[in-house]
T-cell receptor, first 116, second 109 residues
């Protein structure tokens, strides 16, 4: 079983739809992240959750709504998106803290979103 | 603000060639990561460095903290090394990473 699993891998939605992206990590990590990767741009941080509490919202539009019900699961709820929101959305996890190891990021395979 | 730059942006090599990808950053960091992203989209961590040099198989990563510079070397390159290589740094103050734009490598048989 892979460390970080994302579903769906591909999603096509209209601007009026509501959908969700799901991420699950099996690594026992205490921090989870949503990143957006648009064509020819560096990875952009969207949200960080540490110990299930949101610690950073990087000025993301409210049409993206994260949810972290427990330390293993992270969702990104999508509603009334725009075509420019089409991108690869990547989930990652890490173990943070003074005695917890490297803080290395482990990524999922990504969810490729197309907004029509 | 920490900026991360990579060079070259694109690189095409023949199988067997020695490859170097460079990364430079602008502020003090606690660690630097080299990541590999294949066409399917998933990202794999190759190295995490805070000083010196690390080697894993045909891959070597070095970092010079004083010069704020890191290099990723691939020896005896192979077509399966074709991917985007991303440099990412974590600064001394925050939890978050800053990513470079990536270097797209194509190794031709």
């Amino acid at each position: 079983e892979t460390g970080v699993t994302q579903t769906p891998r591909h999603l096509v939605m209209g601007m009026t739809n509501k959908k969700s992206l799901k991420c699950e990590q099996h690594l026992g990590h205490n921090a989870m992240y949503w990143y957006k990767q648009s064509a020819k741009k560096p990875l952009e941080l969207m949200f960080v959750y540490s110990l299930e509490e949101r610690v950073e919202n990087n000025s993301v539009p409210s049409r993206f709504s994260p949810e972290c019900p427990n330390s293993s699961h992270l969702f990104l709820h999508l509603h009334t998106l725009q075509p420019e929101d089409s991108a690869l959305y990547l989930c990652a996890s890490s173990q943070e803290g003074p005695n917890s190891g490297s803080g290395e990021l482990f990524f999922g395979e990504g969810s490729r979103l197309t907004v029509l | 603000k920490n900026e991360v730059e990579q060079s070259p942006q694109n690189l095409t090599a023949q199988e067997g060639e020695f490859i170097t990808i460079n990364c430079s950053y602008s502020v003090g960091i606690s660690a630097l990561h080299w990541l590999q992203q294949h066409p399917g989209g998933g990202i794999v961590s190759l190295f995490m460095l805070s000083s010196g040099k690390k080697k894993h198989g045909r891959l070597i990563a070095t970092i010079n903290i004083q010069e704020k510079h890191s290099s990723l070397h691939i020896t005896a390159s192979h077509p399966r090394d074709s991917a985007v290589y991303i440099c990412a740094v974590r600064d001394n103050y925050g939890q978050n990473f800053v990513f470079g734009p990536g270097t797209r490598l194509s190794v031709l048989p």
